[in-house]
């Protein structure tokens, strides 16, 4: 199998499905997306290890960036945290 055909057949699903599962705060769809980094890391460096390092690399800023860590639990929206209340709650929310 050649680099372009793992990269075709595997690699690019793999990193389709691993950001598909990234997307959200759900901590059990990062820890799977990590699993699919893992699998695509591990069927693509049996071809081509140049290719694995960036796959490896991708998950490495992931779990640099906090990803699936204590930030996913968070309850609260911390993106809203210094928005006042009427804006964030607007008169139909209120009653």
Known sequence: ??????????????????????YGR??????LGYLALAVTFG????????SGT?????AALLYGAGRGGQ?????EDTSTIAVPDTVRRTARFRR
């Open 43 to 50: 069927i693509v460096v049996m071809v081509d290890r140049a």
């Open 1 to 22: 199998m050649s680099v372009l055909q793992v990269w075709l057949a595997v690699a690019v699903p793999g990193l389709v499905l691993a950001f598909a599962l990234f």
């Open 26 to 31: 759900s901590r059990v769809r990062t820890l």
């Open 71 to 75: 930030a996913e639990a968070e309850g």
């Open 54 to 58: 960036l796959i490896g690399g991708i």
